[in-house]
């Protein structure tokens, strides 16, 4: 009987040894996996804290309802809740019942308010802007998670981007927007409302991009001659979210420049001759600030410094010829012609494309003899008075006279054999008086005719390859004619200036 109740002892410290371990051990699984009331939320459950679930078996749905003060998260329920690197604030405290009624029968919790009511009861969200975010008529949930998630503000899906890929398709392309790219719409636009259209965060137009592109927009708002969208809306040539082109551009450059002038690329694609930037790579770029700049047209420098950033050396055109080195000229010249003085190249280049060669703007003489027609010289008398060539005694049209003989006229307005401009003159520069040039090249030769030119006082004289010494007086005249040289008087190497 005493050895009966000896084991009988045993077995009872057996079981209460037993007991007391059952209840530690669930005392710290609850401990690990749920905050007291007392103690301070925590959101994320770090690695030694988390119990390995696999040692508890999940509990069998209580067919009862639950006692008063009973917790839904523990280790055997709806453990999960507990171990999402996002939770939301009432289940990491874990406190159901801020959402949820008590048990209205086989273990059903409804929510105390109908649908969304639920989620703006605490979360005052939308409602008071001009745009609301469609997805905000299906409910809260349509977007977020009620308990958790693996990513911040208790997204639905994996990132962000993936969530409002749901609903809205923006194709990938290879030029994207940082952001885009990124996947963080939100950096752009307002999750759920705002006053802007597309839901904007900052403002419509220019002013939502200037929140990063601060420099590009100040600039476009600074200097005198501003591209129009540059100001307003940015949409109107970039894509904010990815493009085939560079910079997001909607489209090609000249395409997109097209857009808004049609005129100058119809003209490219039926001038005989185009200008190089316009049709390569960098296209209108190469010239003008898609932004904004401070010269006319938004040109990237004045003028004449902008052609000499090509201009500089020889260039060779797609027909075959040769555009000299235009830097000696230009910048080592005593005298400019006028356009060029005051630094400008459009007055007779177009600097898009032309139907004259050198994209000249009109017809213009390129040889040293030319029969003597009046719209030959339609580029000279855009600027020049065209009685200069049509009237042959004058005292007041030119200096270029002997008396009252005007020696323009009677080198130009001559058939066959009349003289064009450039048998004299210096187009660009020269450093003689009058642009009249140091060599001319003659028609069908090798080499340059000297011109010997001395002006003084009261008139000048020269002597070129194609005629003796001729003089002229303005106050004393010396009556003549220009008769052809048998040979010239020299033979310079050399092309003209």
């Given amino acids: 009987m005493r050895k009966q109740r000896i084991v009988f002892t045993g077995l009872a410290i057996l079981v209460a040894l037993c007991l007391g371990a059952s209840v530690v051990f669930r005392y710290r699984s609850l401990r690990s996996t749920s905050t007291l009331a007392f103690e301070k939320p925590r959101q994320v459950a770090t690695a030694d804290e988390l119990v390995p679930m696999k040692v508890i078996q999940p509990a069998t749905r209580p067919a009862a309802p639950l006692p008063a003060n009973a917790t839904c998260i523990t280790a055997a329920c709806h453990a999960a809740l507990r171990q999402a690197p996002h939770i939301h604030g009432p289940i990491a405290n874990g406190n159901c019942f801020v959402c949820h009624a008590p048990d209205a029968g086989n273990h059903t919790y409804p929510l105390k308010l109908a649908g969304s009511q639920t989620c703006t009861f605490c979360h005052s969200v939308s409602g008071t802007m001009k745009h609301q975010h469609k997805a905000l008529e299906k409910g809260c949930i349509t977007c977020h998670q009620p308990h958790t998630s693996q990513v911040k503000f208790l997204l639905r899906f994996d990132s962000e981007s993936k969530l409002c890929e749901s609903c809205h398709t923006v194709t990938a392309k290879a030029f994207q927007h940082e952001p885009f790219g990124r996947g963080e719409c939100s950096t752009c636009h307002a999750p759920h409302e705002s006053n802007n259209t597309a839901l904007l965060k900052v403002a419509d137009g220019t002013e939502q991009c200037a929140r990063c592109h601060e420099s590009v927009v100040r600039t476009a708002n600074a200097v005198t001659v501003r591209h129009t969208p540059a100001t307003r809306d940015c949409s109107v040539c970039h894509s904010p979210h990815s493009s085939d082109f560079k910079h997001q551009l909607r489209a090609s450059v000249d395409q997109l420049c097209s857009n808004c002038h049609p005129q100058i690329m119809e003209r490219v694609a039926k001038a005989a001759f185009k200008h190089t930037p316009v049709t390569n790579d960098a296209e209108c ?45 230009l910048r080592q010249s ?128 020269c002597q070129p390859g194609c005629h003796a010494r001729r003089d002229y007086r303005r106050s004393k005249p010396i009556e003549q004619t220009i008769e052809p040289a048998t040979q010239p008087t020299t033979q310079p190497t050399g092309g003209p200036s």
Avoid at 305 to 313: A, F, N, R, V
Avoid at 358 to 383: I, N, V
Wanted: proline share 6%; charged share 25%.
């Fill in 285 to 329: 770029a190469s010239c003008h600030n898609p932004h904004g700049a401070n010269e006319p047209k938004m040109l990237l420098d004045r003028q004449d410094q902008l052609c000499l950033k090509c201009h500089d050396k020889a260039v060779l055109t797609t027909d075959g010829r040769e555009i000299p080195d235009m830097r000696p000229v």
């Fill in 334 to 461: 005593r005298f400019l012609h006028g356009p060029i003085r005051a630094g400008e190249c459009s007055p007779c280049h177009d600097s898009h494309a032309a139907d004259q060669k050198s994209l000249l703007r009109a017809e213009f003489p390129t040889g040293f003899y030319t029969a003597f027609a009046l719209e030959r010289y339609d580029l000279c008398f855009k600027c020049h008075e065209k009685d200069l060539v049509l009237t042959e005694r004058t005292a007041h049209l030119t200096g270029f006279r002997d008396g009252d003989l005007n020696l323009h006229y009677l080198h130009v307005n001559r058939d066959p054999k009349g003289r064009s401009c450039r048998s004299c003159h210096a187009i660009h520069g020269s450093d003689s008086p009058n642009h009249i040039a140091q060599k001319v090249q003659f028609d069908g030769s090798a080499w340059a005719l000297e011109m010997n030119y001395a002006p003084d006082r009261d008139g000048g004289s």
